[in-house]
């Protein structure tokens, strides 16, 4: 079994699996930084280069390879929910996790985070910081639909977090017992 972080960029999914994948004893894998050493660019620039059709397509290929394996936590891209194809990938081999956070906690974190502007291409034209409350409206019926169960991030330590989940991971696979 695997376990796939899926939320919105800067909810903690990739904070959060390293350290998750340690007290699970699990290898923890960052699904973008697999597809950006494969391709030997940053997502900013095969979207620029390529398009977005490009990209999703590559973020597919490589959610498929990587869901080949087992005991992994997978910091996922926080579009890979747009594609049921890639829910059901993650679904047929794994746990999914919706890591939560609000709009100024997302805006913080991006605004003090340097990959921002170097790997994550803003989905709109409004720029990164701006489409954050439209894009997370747009996409919570996707991570909802996804998900196995969700955990809000704001205000938590990692450590916090990393605890509800392998507490309702217990409880879950308590029930399927």
Known sequence: MNIFLIGYRCTGK???GIVLSKKLGFTFVD???RLMRKEGKTIAVMVAER?????????????KSIG????????????????PGNVATMKSCGRLIWLRAGPETIRERMLKDD???RQRPALTTRGAVNEIASTLKDRTAYYQAAMDFWVDTDGLSIEDICGMIVKR????DAGDE
């Open 51 to 63: 398009g977005w059709d490009y990209f999703r397509l590559r973020e597919k290929e490589t959610l």
């Open 169 to 172: 991971l217990k409880e879950i």
């Open 14 to 16: 990739t904070s959060v």
């Open 115 to 117: 990959l921002t502007d």
């Open 31 to 33: 699904a973008d930084e």
């Open 68 to 83: 080949a394996l087992d005991g992994q936590v997978i910091a996922t891209g926080g579009g890979v929910i747009l594609d």
